[in-house]
Each structure stands twice: as structure tokens, then as C-alpha cells.
């Protein structure tokens, strides 16, 4: 058996900054001090007069970007998500959001996975934040594929967008030749008849893990990858849900305001079925290696099969 390769979409996002640098000239990245962690500094050496360092001081840097979007750039704005979302949420949404500017924001070390760095770190509730500013587009990449994919789109999209993307490496489950990305577009992996895994992030992994042990159970799960919370695929998820009638969300994020939220809105208003929303319950985070946070908290494949096998009782 091949060894699963992990990459880290940080990584990611700097390679796929870097990569359609020369594509886009006015592509321009704005930092807040934190080049080499959000992995920006590919950028910065490939292209160092399309670069700029702020310093720390996120919102500032979020003005300067809303005006570089008037002269026609397309500027990145990268921190981790606790500043690039929470810090500086009142100029995201009144700088970029509420003239609809064309400025990307590149999050990354989002979720528990942040690790050692603990909880004033580890941002669980930037999903819920960045899709309650109107217009703004709001993608959370699985794995390194989708992460490229999701910056090249960004690019080319006319608009406000928000990429979350993780700390830690993570198994890349997208190196498919007829892997296609679309912002709007839900993924479907794996059919099923029993029960829809509606995953985002880091968790489509787990999702699979669980569908998985689910089939040896006699269980069959549809796993769908939803890689852009706003605007959510309301058709795959209907569809699957008529299909299965029970539905079960799963982020590296808290369930209130995230993608269970979402799931939920539209289930709610066009087809009522039962929900278990998996995350964090309400709850900080805490400081440890990102792979035994994930497991404590049940977002592994281990933890999300249990979660199901209780829900469906």
C-alpha cells in the first residue's frame, strides 16, 4: 500500500500564490508579519515588489488592500484566522464587504489543528463570522489539490473571498484526473442510501475514514465534500437528503454558524430531516498536538463513525 502523502494547505497557498504570480500581474500579497508561517513568503522571493509587509497591524493592512482593489489589483490579505476573521472583522466587513471589493483573504492556522498554539489561537468560529457579511464568498479547501484550485478560482472571481486554510498536514484525497473545482459547487465522493456526511475541510478525510468502517457495518453513506460554505450547493444537498432522509455535518469548526448552521438553513426551509451537526460543541479549543485534538474531540474517522452509529440508532 502506497504511502498517504500529507501537505499542509498553507503550504498550498503559498505555492499556488507564487505559481499564478507570472499568470497575474496584478496579483499583489499584503502580510501582517507573518510571511514564513502563512507561507506567503513563496510569493514574497518570486515576485518581492508584489509584496508587501504591513507589520502587525491587520487592519490597516485591510485598508490598504481595499484601496489597491480600486486600482485594479487583486490583492491577498493573509494572517492566521484569528486575526485575519476576528481582529479584523469590522474592516472586512466595512472595507471590502460593503463597497464589494475585489480582495482576497487568505486565513490560515484555522481550527483546532493549530495545536501547541492553544486556544486564543485556534479560531472556530471564522466561518461563522465571514458568512454573515453579505456578498462574501466564504471556501474551505480539503486538502492540497483543492487549496491551489481554490486560489487559482479566488483569482479569477470577481469579488470579495475568504480561504480558510490549516496548519497542519493533511492526506491529499483530490489527486483525481477529473478533479474539477467551481466555487458553489458541493463534490459528491461516494453514493449511499442510509445517511448523508455532508464534510468541509480537514473532515472530508474523516467523513471517508467513516463511511468506511460505516459499509462494514452495513451502512451505506453518501459522502459529500462541500469546499465552499457560501454560496452553499443547496441542489446536492437536497438531493441527498431526499434521498436518505438523515444528514450529518462535519467541520473542524463550532457548529453554530458554521456548516451545520448552513446545512441546517436550508433543510429547515425546503426539506425538514434529521440533523446531527459534529464539531466543537460550544467550546475553546485547548493547546496539544494537532493529531490528539482532533481525536479528543471526534473529528478523526474513528470519532465521527461513533457519532453516526449513535445518531442513527
Given at each position: 500500500?502506497?504511502?498517504?502523502v500529507k501537505i499542509a494547505t498553507r503550504?498550498?497557498?503559498?505555492?499556488?500564490?507564487?505559481?499564478?504570480?507570472?499568470?497575474?500581474?496584478?496579483?499583489?500579497?499584503?502580510?501582517?508579519?507573518?510571511?514564513?508561517?502563512?507561507?506567503?513568503?513563496?510569493?514574497?522571493?518570486?515576485?518581492?515588489?508584489?509584496?508587501?509587509?504591513?507589520?502587525?497591524?491587520?487592519?490597516?493592512?485591510?485598508?490598504?488592500?481595499?484601496?489597491?482593489?480600486?486600482?485594479?489589483?487583486?490583492?491577498?490579505?493573509?494572517?492566521?484566522?484569528?486575526?485575519?476573521?476576528?481582529?479584523?472583522?469590522?474592516?472586512?466587513?466595512?472595507?471590502?464587504?460593503?463597497?464589494?471589493?475585489?480582495?482576497?483573504?487568505?486565513?490560515?492556522?484555522?481550527?483546532?489543528?493549530?495545536?501547541?498554539?492553544?486556544?486564543?489561537?485556534?479560531?472556530n468560529e471564522d466561518i461563522a463570522l465571514?458568512?454573515?457579511?453579505?456578498?462574501?464568498?466564504?471556501?474551505?479547501?480539503?486538502?492540497?489539490v483543492e487549496a491551489k484550485a481554490a486560489?487559482?478560482?479566488?483569482?479569477?472571481?470577481?469579488?470579495?473571498?475568504?480561504?480558510?486554510?490549516?496548519?497542519?498536514?493533511?492526506?491529499?484525497?483530490?489527486?483525481?484526473?477529473?478533479?474539477?473545482?467551481?466555487?458553489?459547487?458541493?463534490?459528491?465522493?461516494?453514493?449511499?442510501?442510509?445517511?448523508?456526511?455532508?464534510?468541509?475541510?480537514?473532515?472530508?478525510?474523516?467523513?471517508?475514514?467513516?463511511?468506511?468502517?460505516?459499509?462494514?457495518?452495513?451502512?451505506?453513506?453518501?459522502?459529500?465534500?462541500?469546499?465552499?460554505?457560501?454560496?452553499?450547493?443547496?441542489?446536492?444537498?437536497?438531493?441527498?437528503?431526499?434521498?436518505?432522509?438523515?444528514?450529518?455535518?462535519?467541520?473542524?469548526?463550532?457548529?453554530?454558524?458554521?456548516?451545520?448552521?448552513?446545512?441546517?438553513?436550508?433543510?429547515?426551509?425546503?426539506?425538514?430531516?434529521?440533523?446531527?451537526?459534529?464539531?466543537?460543541?460550544?467550546?475553546?479549543?485547548?493547546?496539544?498536538?494537532?493529531?490528539?485534538?482532533?481525536?479528543?474531540?471526534?473529528?478523526?474517522?474513528?470519532?465521527?463513525?461513533?457519532?453516526?452509529?449513535?445518531?442513527?440508532?
Amino acid at each position: 500500500m502506497a504511502d498517504v502523502v500529507k501537505i499542509a494547505t498553507r503550504e498550498s497557498y503559498g505555492n499556488a500564490l507564487a505559481e499564478c504570480g507570472a499568470e497575474f500581474p496584478n496579483l499583489v500579497v499584503l502580510d501582517a508579519d507573518l510571511a514564513g508561517a502563512t507561507k506567503t513568503g513563496v510569493f514574497k522571493k518570486a515576485f518581492p515588489d508584489r509584496h508587501i509587509d504591513c507589520g502587525i497591524a491587520e487592519c490597516n493592512m485591510t485598508g490598504i488592500a481595499a484601496g489597491l482593489s480600486t486600482c485594479g489589483k487583486i490583492p491577498f490579505i493573509s494572517s492566521f484566522a484569528m486575526f485575519a476573521a476576528g481582529r479584523n472583522y469590522e474592516q472586512v466587513r466595512n472595507s471590502i464587504g460593503y463597497p464589494h471589493l475585489n480582495v482576497k483573504i487568505g486565513a490560515t492556522h484555522a481550527g483546532i489543528t493549530v495545536g501547541e498554539d492553544g486556544a486564543t489561537h485556534q479560531c472556530n468560529e471564522d466561518i461563522a463570522l465571514m458568512r454573515t457579511i453579505p456578498g462574501m464568498t466564504v471556501i474551505v479547501p480539503s486538502d492540497d489539490v483543492e487549496a491551489k484550485a481554490a486560489v487559482r478560482a479566488a483569482i479569477e472571481y470577481v469579488g470579495p473571498v475568504y480561504i480558510r486554510f490549516g496548519r497542519a498536514a493533511v492526506p491529499v484525497i483530490n489527486d483525481q484526473p477529473d478533479y474539477k473545482f467551481e466555487i458553489g459547487k458541493g463534490v459528491l465522493l461516494k453514493e449511499g442510501t442510509d445517511v448523508t456526511i455532508v464534510a468541509t475541510g480537514i473532515c472530508v478525510d474523516s467523513a471517508l475514514k467513516a463511511a468506511e468502517m460505516l459499509a462494514a457495518d452495513g451502512i451505506s453513506a453518501e459522502v459529500i465534500n462541500i469546499h465552499t460554505i457560501k454560496p452553499l450547493d443547496e441542489e446536492i444537498v437536497l438531493n441527498s437528503a431526499k434521498k436518505t432522509g438523515k444528514v450529518v455535518t462535519v467541520e473542524e469548526h463550532s457548529v453554530i454558524g458554521g456548516l451545520g448552521s448552513a446545512v441546517c438553513d436550508v433543510l429547515a426551509a425546503k426539506n425538514p430531516v434529521p440533523v446531527k451537526k459534529l464539531g466543537m460543541q460550544d467550546i475553546y479549543g485547548e493547546s496539544g498536538p494537532a493529531a490528539a485534538l482532533v481525536e479528543k474531540y471526534k473529528l478523526d474517522g474513528k470519532g465521527v463513525y461513533a457519532d453516526i452509529k449513535d445518531f442513527l440508532k
